[in-house]
């Protein structure tokens, strides 16, 4: 009887691309964020596995991973084409939470164990090797996914904000289980020692099950409604229906399936070369990717840096996790206190305050190291986080709706796999700039004590390069209105008013003035 109660409560769910999204897809998109477990581990604590237990140059594998990235770009466009193409009764993005999870466990594993016999050019092709197929294969499937599932699961402008509220808070959520324990539990199988071959197998192993469970329910209780193929029972019994309904009904459906069965096949038919286009007109999007990359830089850069910094610089590795549990508990709390603030006086704005919060945070432990200093600094640098979360992530979807209106072409999947690239991109900048500039400042693992040089980069690290940052995003997010243009743009749409370029912004201004709108 439960299962059959479960199975209506699915059932039941409005599958209209508008309607309101339920709890079960706010839970399953939650568990979603559950398969980029795996890529938090690795923008972590990949670099310092590579200098303290490998004893890898940084140089050398900061330049191998900055080289990846090119391939790591083109993968992304060629996921988001997948994607837009991939036809299944479970949806386009939504079958993608399963199909990875056997890949990615095992590329995982690979990228976290370096066979003994290799030595000098060896190591760093095996490097390049497992890095691409962890980044640029499985990363890439993953997060592209993962990301378009907003644009698919609905069109309802408040659900996609909850949405991305759901998204930050469970992606803070995932994060403080990756930076708060990870290196604890590779000491606890390191029998104390947390740079062990054994204890970074083992915590990988600990996590990989977690990134396995996430991933499978988040495909059970995530539903698309952009493009959906409904299963076959659903279909039978609409026609059951139909027969009952009186003939104009009838025909109003009718020509809404062929409206409907039309879009879906003008977006598959859209070129590669169209949907980039359209992207790269698109001001807001690309303003929106700029902003993220800083925005994603800071939050894979902390928790790397974050590392080096309590070891070296306060001499308390356990530090690390403590700096890293209240940078995103507090993180959560800045994320609830965003929401009416936002609701008030829009996105750009919230994320603007976000920014220079932030940075007075980062700016703190240059005026003082005491223990208690830095750990306020890091719960104000949360705040400040908090509060540029909560806009971040509806921000692209937005975007998205205004490109759609602008062009007539819809990209969601094109759209979010050039944001899922941008995203690697910064986590790959933080372990590529960390490893540049410990290496400029003569950083050595296997010394028992660092030079004045190093320690002043890892000082550079931890504030300066973070403040900075946030600095040009503030500057950055000034250029962002589109707030108040989001609702006529969906009416627009609704109408079936775009790819019209007399159109434009001004014109429906005009309109509505005149209107009294």
């Not at 403080?176 to 606890?188: G, H």
């Not at 920014?355 to 432990?365: K, N």
């Amino acid at each position: 009887m439960k299962a059959k109660g479960k199975s209506k409560m699915f059932k039941k769910r409005d599958m209209a691309p508008y309607a309101k999204l339920t709890g079960l897809d706010y839970l399953g998109y939650f568990f979603g964020a559950g398969t980029n477990i795996l890529n938090l581990i690795v923008s972590a604590f990949l670099l310092i596995y590579y200098s303290n237990v490998l004893y890898l140059g940084l140089t050398e594998v900061g330049t191998v991973m900055a080289v990846s990235k090119v391939f790591d770009g083109v993968s992304d466009l060629i996921m988001g084409r997948i994607i837009d193409k991939t036809k299944s009764k479970y949806g386009k993005a939504r079958p993608w939470y399963a199909r990875m999870i056997i890949p990615t466990t095992v590329c995982v594993l690979l990228l976290f164990w370096m066979p003994a016999g290799f030595k000098g050019m060896m190591q760093y092709v095996y490097v390049f090797v497992t890095y691409n197929l962890v980044s640029t294969v499985c990363y890439t499937a993953n997060a592209v996914a993962h990301a378009s599932m907003i644009g698919f699961m609905t069109m309802n402008t408040k659900s996609r904000g909850m949405v991305g509220v759901v998204s930050m808070a469970s992606n803070t959520v995932f994060t403080i289980l990756v930076t708060n324990f990870f290196m604890k539990i590779c000491r606890f199988f390191g029998g104390g020692d947390a740079y062990t071959q054994k204890g970074f197998t083992c915590t990988l192993i600990c996590y990989i099950v977690l990134y396995a469970v996430s991933a499978i329910l988040a495909f059970l209780l995530t539903r698309e409604r952009i493009n959906n193929v409904m299963p076959a029972q659903d279909t039978e019994k609409e026609k059951e229906s139909e027969e009952e309904a009186p003939s104009g009904i009838i025909e109003e459906k009718l020509a809404e399936e062929k409206h409907r069965k039309k879009a879906e096949k003008a977006e598959e038919d859209v070129p590669i070369k169209v949907a980039l286009l359209s992207l790269v007109q698109n001001k807001y999007w690309i303003l929106c990717n700029v902003m993220c990359l800083g925005f994603y830089f800071l939050m894979s850069f902390a928790s790397s840096a974050t590392v080096y910094f309590a070891q070296y610089i306060m001499n308390d590795l356990d530090l690390q996790g403590t700096l890293s549990s209240i940078l995103y508990i507090v993180l959560l709390f800045g994320l609830v206190a965003a929401l009416p603030v936002m609701m008030k006086i829009g996105k750009g704005n919230t994320m603007r305050i976000g920014l220079i919060i932030s940075a007075i945070g980062y700016f703190i432990p240059q005026l003082t190291l005491q223990k208690s200093a830095v750990v306020g600094a890091m719960a104000i640098v949360g705040i400040g986080f908090g509060f540029i979360a909560a806009p971040a992530g509806s921000f692209l979807q937005d975007t998205l709706t205004f490109g759609q209106w602008r062009s007539g072409v819809s990209a969601i999947g094109m759209g979010n796999a050039v944001f899922s690239f941008v995203n690697k991109l910064s986590s790959a900048l933080g372990i590529v700039v960390l490893g540049w500039v410990l290496d400029l400042g003569k950083f050595d693992a296997k010394l028992p004590v660092q030079p004045a040089s190093a320690l002043s980069a890892i000082k550079f690290l931890y504030i300066w390069l973070p403040a900075l940052i946030c600095v040009i995003c503030v500057f950055l997010s000034a250029f962002y209105d589109l707030d108040k243009k989001l609702p006529f743009l969906e009416k627009e749409i609704t109408a079936g008013r775009i790819g019209t370029k007399k159109r434009d912004w001004k014109t429906i201004k005009e309109e509505n003035a005149a209107s009294g709108k």
